[in-house]
């Protein structure tokens, strides 16, 4: 990870404050040519209808991101992004460019274009947020555990350390609301099955009303940027609430019959934590598209991944075919059916999605589907031929 002194160029004395949000030596090397230029660093806060706030050395200014409107969805100036913006006595500011991203959560859009959308950018923490008010989604967290540990951002990214997965952030699975669930034993039982979901994940409980837990987090994320990902009512803003120290962010109250509640949050925003680093709170997401989230879904299913290793063939679809050591792990009961069907059905959706870009890949994928059909009807001809 890069060391979080300040480079000693001419600028850092000025630059200082932004340390506070992240910034560094890598990133003052990474801005160096545009210093040249006469422009400032800064961080996006929050971004609005092709307007953004941004935190400078100077404080938070509004700059306007006519420049750095590009027509890729990808490159769109983000939340967490680092942005070269005009300095002081312009008006309006502009933001120029945007600094290479380190790393970013990206999911697909409903277009049909097929497109990504960056949610987040900069992240050292991806913290995913579950509700212990109603019944556990363990798909939904594999979901999106599968995209937090996927790299796909259509860049070349630097991994923060030698421990961060593809994405270069590293995951955490928050059961909020742990209040709700009183019983120890129950909880534990919580915790195990979604542990199990989330290979080498950490699981946290945290009741931020009660603040149980909250210390073990705050020390989990301090000193890097950590983003809030979770469906609306999951408690995302009063946890935010609890790290920051203060009721910045708004809360309502959600319906006991499901646990849904309204968009509280309705913008990415970033804000610095007491104890260090800084935090980025979402609006809760009603839909999880995967974006080429290939290595994600196998490190999230990396038991699987292990067992399709051993099957006697190397194209083997874990369905009737002999000698499959994923089947067989099933029959032994050693492989959960929900996993197998988990896994089947994100590697399906990936592979629809990153389909849609690369026609080598959707002709083999029809190629696939034929031979599958044909498989069906010979094996539905040959029962009609034993019937008497």
Request: proline letters at 5%; one cysteine or more.
């Amino acid at each position: 990870m890069f060391n979080a002194s300040l480079n000693t160029s001419p600028t850092s004395d000025a630059q200082h404050v932004l340390a506070a949000y992240g910034w560094h030596e890598g990133w003052a090397a990474e801005f160096a040519p545009y210093a040249a230029q006469g422009l400032v660093p800064g961080r996006v806060v929050r971004v609005d209808r092709g307007q953004c706030d941004v935190a400078t050395s100077t404080g938070v200014v509004r700059a306007d991101t006519e420049f750095v409107v590009p027509r890729d969805p990808m490159k769109v100036v983000c939340t967490g992004d680092w942005v070269a913006v005009d300095p002081e006595g312009g008006d309006p500011r502009y933001a120029r460019t945007i600094l290479p991203r380190r790393t970013a959560f990206v999911r697909s859009t409903s277009s049909k274009r097929s497109e990504g959308q960056v949610l987040a950018a900069n992240i050292d923490h991806i913290v995913i947020c579950v509700s212990l008010a109603v019944e556990l989604d363990l798909g939904r967290i594999e979901r999106f555990l599968a995209l937090a540990m996927s790299g796909s951002t259509g860049e070349a990214l630097m991994r923060t350390s030698p421990d961060s997965r593809e994405s270069g952030a590293q995951p955490v699975v928050v059961l909020t609301k742990a209040d709700l669930v009183p019983d120890p034993v129950t909880r534990a039982h919580l915790v195990q099955d979604v542990e199990t979901s989330a290979p080498g994940v950490p699981v946290l409980t945290v009741s931020a009303t009660q603040s149980d837990g909250l210390d073990v987090l705050a020390a989990t994320v301090a000193g890097g940027t950590a983003v809030l990902l979770g469906q609306s009512g999951a408690g995302k803003s009063t946890l935010a609430n609890a790290l920051l120290g203060a009721d910045i962010m708004d809360v309502q109250t959600v319906r006991d019959v499901d646990g849904k509640g309204r968009h509280t949050t309705t913008t990415r925003n970033l804000l610095v934590m007491p104890g260090g680093g800084v935090l980025i709170d979402t609006p809760g997401l009603r839909g999880v598209g995967l974006w080429d989230a290939g290595a994600g879904v196998g490190q999230v299913f990396a038991e699987i991944e292990e067992l399709a290793a051993e099957c006697r063939f190397q194209d083997c679809a874990h369905r009737s075919e002999p000698g499959c050591a994923v089947r067989a792990a099933v029959d032994s009961g050693d492989l959960p059916v929900r996993r197998l069907e988990s896994y089947r059905k994100l590697m399906r959706e990936n592979q629809r999605i990153v389909a849609k870009n690369d026609a080598r890949l959707r002709a083999e994928m029809r190629k696939e589907w034929k031979r599958r059909d044909a498989e069906g009807r010979a094996g539905m001809a040959a029962k009609r031929g034993r019937l008497p």
